[in-house]
């Protein structure tokens, strides 16, 4: 402990009484401060502000009397705040602290504590708190909200004016309060104890199993942990038991229960007035035990607290339920209540209209996103009964019917918002408000009631019938097929919903996801499909003749236009989302079925690409400037396409096409069909047809079949499809695509002899042909290889151009012309024409058929011998006139370079010395080579030919 030394720079006597002052503290004084004053006499502590006296554990301020006996009082006077005397502070002298200190006097707010022994304490007119701790103390609190806590032993409290609190732990405890003192508390641990008169409140501490009752006062009881039965007997009474499970028992008087357990028991009998039930779970006041007066039978309302989602119910009394801030179910049962389920979505159940014989539902919630509905729901239904609600019904958006089998019905005419009224399966009567109102029948055959206002039906059945007042109404129907009636302006397909037909108005039909056929009907009307390939049937000219009325956002979309009247659609640039027009119905085709009525369309002001489709009549079709298709169908049509790059069927020679710009194509599936001159392309449809291009630059496409492609002037690409197709590209350099099929591709020669056109053909496409046409004025020979994808080519149209010839690896058939060719077929079983001038053929490798010709042709014999493989037949050998020329690198044993030795040659079938090295067998044909010519070694045939052969037909080379 620390001493201060210098005592007298703060001691000082005033009145024979010692003062210890703040002020006379110096700050430098550090520890422990030690005051010396006699035992008996006043000791005073004066502060400016509050007074704490206390140190810690070991040794705090120390008052130290310097007498044995006495008697000394402390007074704490004058500071502005709540001051206290804590344990941690000593009292340095032998005896205990009532021996010591025979008062302490508080003048203002104080906390007292570790004044053991029998203690008088007495408060100030501040808020005080008196702890007697153990021993048999008197506590004087004065005035001030004071907290009185005698400790252990048997004490006496008096809490004196002001809202008092008691804390009494024993049953010899005796606290006094006057009447009209303020609001005044007990709390106790005390089991069966009885709360005295003068006292408002009463609560219970600990957790043990209590039991209290209080006065005929307004008392508030409150129960602890434990079971309690809380008895509140006359008076407007607050009940809550708290956690356990508790009974709670009102008496006389207006009360109220706080209820936080299903399992609390409410005891209350009738006629003891107007009680209220607050509840943090969902509760029922209905007497669910038979028991009159048990668990809330004759208690008038229920609050809901808290936030959670609870619901509350009624009994047959004329209940007042109020909701929380959750989404609560409020059911009032019988009797005339009024329902308020404040904030959140909150639902009101009545089970009959008996139940609601006027107004009882003020929802006051308007938290954004509140939806609050009535449900007419329960047991007690009557098979037709109807619910009417009032004026007075306020707060509602939504009204059910939730009885799935009953014929029940809704009147809502006079409640004043607008409402969503929903039936069930039966069939209902739902009458709304002057307001928008939203009215589902549900799936029975219903009658629904708009009233004034823009009202919205739900249509799910054929049967549904609306009755309508005023305002733009609209349907929403999940129907096939459904026509709005003369009173409803708009229609919207939701799901289920194909086909909306208009009415006389300016409808406003919007389809789904489907694929939706929607006709406005007359009027000005808009037509969105939505999602989905939608049709859009348009009946006369005069139902679209004012502005654009289709406004399509997804989907291959189409306008049929089904008029029997001679008359032309006109679509406008406000027209938008559409791909194709069409005249007639599409499922009867065409209205005017004689072809007879002049129907048109008028496209050109529409900004998107349009396909435009007639019927069997004489149409016109009016494209856009984008890239249209049109078709005029099976009548004398005229095709006006305009600016893009459009396509035209043409199924008539009739047919006229009008077009200005762009590159075109003509679609059609007539014969012999000739491009007009502003046209670029053709497409050949069903059909083995002839087409003929123009002197532009034509793409000529073929179909399937067989096609004769003429591509005239210009230069062409000519595409021949999967048939037996001729293709011939006319003047200029074209392209030939033969496709799949045997194809022939006729080319013209230029003068020098080459190939004026390209041509494609694919591997394993047809066994396809070049047939040449034209002549060549160049004196000198030029060759043609064919391509490798190409079998045969035939210059029997080339005159006697100087043109020789190589086939590839595959079968070929190679024909000459007039002049004298060098044809050779190298690889493959090649068949080689030569023509009538002087030729040389070569067969190579495979099994070659030979033919010359007319002139003095040479077959050449150049390759590797094998009897399996490479055999070739003269079809036409002139001995004396043709020769046959032997490579001297095959025929190395036959001689050099010259004629053929008559030592060399035989007829027969073998040889017989040793120089017959070529044998003619005379009875077949056939000629083979002998390598030893002695027959020692196997002679390979490698010629087959009729007719005479003599050694003078063979030359060495």
Do not use: C
């Amino acid at each position: 402990m620390a001493t201060v030394t210098a005592f007298q720079a703060f001691d000082m006597t005033i009145n024979g009484h010692r003062t210890f002052s703040r002020s006379k503290i110096e700050s430098d004084v550090s520890g422990d401060a030690r005051l010396t004053t006699p035992a008996s006499g006043h000791l005073y502590f004066s502060f400016g502000d509050k007074l704490q006296l206390s140190g810690n554990a070991v040794a705090g301020f120390v008052i130290a009397p310097t007498l044995a006996v006495g008697t000394l009082v402390l007074t704490l006077k004058n500071s502005t705040g709540n001051d206290f005397w804590s344990r941690e502070d000593t009292i340095t002298k032998a005896g205990s602290l009532s021996a010591l200190l025979s008062k302490i006097n508080f003048y203002n707010g104080i906390n007292s504590s570790n004044m053991a022994g029998n203690d008088s304490i007495t408060g100030s007119q501040f808020d005080d708190v008196l702890l007697g701790f153990a021993g048999s103390d008197t506590l004087n609190a004065g005035n001030g909200n004071d907290t009185l806590d005698g400790g252990k032993g048997a004490d006496i409290l008096s809490g004196g004016l002001g809202d008092d609190t008691y804390v009494v732990d024993n049953i010899a405890d005796q606290i006094t309060e006057n009447p009209n003192e303020g609001i005044d508390t007990v709390k106790t641990s005390l089991n069966n104890y009885v709360l005295g008169s003068t006292f408002e409140n009463l609560t219970l501490i600990g957790s043990s199993k209590l039991t209290a009752t209080a006065n005929e006062q307004d008392n508030v009881i409150i129960g602890n942990a434990g079971t309690n039965v809380l008895n509140a007997l006359a008076g407007n009474d607050t009940l809550d038991g708290g956690k356990g499970t508790d009974t709670l028992i009102g008496g006389l008087g207006d009360d109220i229960y706080i209820i936080n357990s299903k399992t609390d028991k409410l005891i209350e009998l009738s006629d003891e007035g107007i009680d209220t039930v607050k509840s943090s779970v969902s509760y029922s006041l209905v007497d669910t035990d038979g028991k009159k007066g048990i668990n809330g039978g004759n208690i008038e309302n229920l609050m809901l607290t808290g936030t959670a989602n609870i619901d509350a119910t009624g009994n047959a009394l004329s209940n007042n339920l109020l909701g929380n801030s959750g989404n609560n179910v409020l059911n009032g049962g019988a009797g005339v209540d009024t329902l308020n389920g404040g904030t959140g979505s909150d639902t009101y159940l009545i089970n009959s209209s008996i139940e609601h014989s006027q107004a009882e539902i003020a929802d006051t919630g308007s938290a954004v996103g509140d939806i609050d509905e009535v449900r007419f729901d329960g047991t007690s239904l009557a098979p037709t009964d109807t619910l009417i609600l009032y004026a007075g019904d306020t707060g509602i958006e939504r009204v059910v019917i939730n009885a799935s089998k009953l014929a029940l019905n809704i009147d809502a005419s006079k409640v004043k918002n607008a409402l969503t009224i929903v039936g069930n399966a039966a069939i209902n009567i739902l009458g709304g408000t002057i307001y928008n109102d939203i009215l589902d029948g549900g799936a029975g055959a219903d009658f629904l009631i708009g009233g004034d206002g823009d009202d919205t039906y739900l249509v799910d059945n054929h049967g549904d019938k609306i009755t309508e007042g005023s305002g733009t109404d609209t349907v929403n129907s999940s129907l096939d097929d459904y026509t709005l009636g003369d009173d409803i302006e708009n229609l919207t397909l939701i799901k289920g919903g194909i086909r909306g037909t208009g009415n006389k108005f300016n409808n406003i039909i919007i389809g789904n996801s489907a694929n939706n056929i929607i006709e406005g009907g007359a009027g000005d009307d808009t037509l969105n499909g939505a999602a989905g390939n939608d049709i859009y049937l348009i009946n006369t000219a005069n139902d679209h003749k004012n502005k654009g009325e289709i406004k399509d956002t997804a989907g291959i979309d189409e306008v049929r236009f089904d008029t029997t009247e001679a008359s032309t659609l006109v679509l406008f640039a406000d027209d938008t989302g559409i791909e194709k027009v069409v005249i007639g119905t599409g499922i009867k085709l065409a209205a005017d079925t004689t072809g007879t009525l002049a129907i048109n369309i008028d496209a050109s002001s529409v900004l998107t690409a349009l396909t435009l489709i007639g019927n069997a009549g004489n149409n016109s079709l009016i494209g856009t400037d984008k890239n249209d298709i049109l078709d005029g169908g099976e009548g004398e049509d005229i095709l006006i396409g305009g600016k893009g790059n459009d396509t035209y069927v043409v199924d008539s020679l009739g047919d006229s096409i009008v077009d200005s710009d762009g590159i075109d194509t003509v679609m059609t599936a007539l014969d012999d069909y000739t491009l007009s001159s502003n046209l670029e392309n053709v497409t050949l449809m069903d059909g083995a047809l002839n087409m003929t291009g123009n002197e532009l630059d034509n793409i000529i496409t073929g179909n399937a079949a067989s096609n004769f492609l003429n591509g005239a002037a210009g230069d062409d690409t000519l595409i021949g499809g999967a048939g037996d197709d001729i293709l011939n590209g006319g003047i200029g350099i074209d392209d030939l695509q033969g496709g799949l099929g045997n194809d022939t591709y006729n080319i013209e020669l230029t003068a020098a002899g080459a190939l004026e056109d390209d041509f494609t053909e694919n591997s394993n496409a047809g066994i396809d042909t070049i047939q040449l046409l034209g002549a060549s004025t160049n004196l000198l020979a030029v060759t043609i290889t064919l391509d490798k994808n190409i079998e045969n080519i035939n210059a029997g149209g080339t005159g006697k151009s100087r043109l020789n010839f190589k086939g590839n690896e595959l079968a070929n058939k190679l024909v000459g012309n007039d002049a004298g060719n060098v044809i050779d077929g190298l690889a493959g079983d090649d068949e080689l024409i030569g023509g009538k001038g002087n030729d040389q053929l070569l067969g190579r490798d495979g099994k070659d058929t030979l033919t010359g010709g007319a002139g003095d042709d040479v077959f050449i014999f150049n390759s590797t011998l094998n009897k399996l493989t490479n055999v070739d037949t003269i079809t036409d050998f002139t001995s004396g006139q043709d020769k046959i020329y032997l490579s001297t690198s095959v025929f190395s044993a036959a001689g050099g370079a010259g004629k053929l030795s008559s030592d060399f040659f035989i007829k027969g079938t073998v040889a017989k010395d040793n120089n017959d090295h070529i044998i003619y067998d005379t009875a077949t044909g056939k000629v083979y080579y002998d390598s030893d010519g002695t027959g020692s070694t196997a002679q390979v045939e490698f010629l087959i030919l009729t007719g005479n052969l003599t050694v003078n037909d063979f030359t060495l080379v």
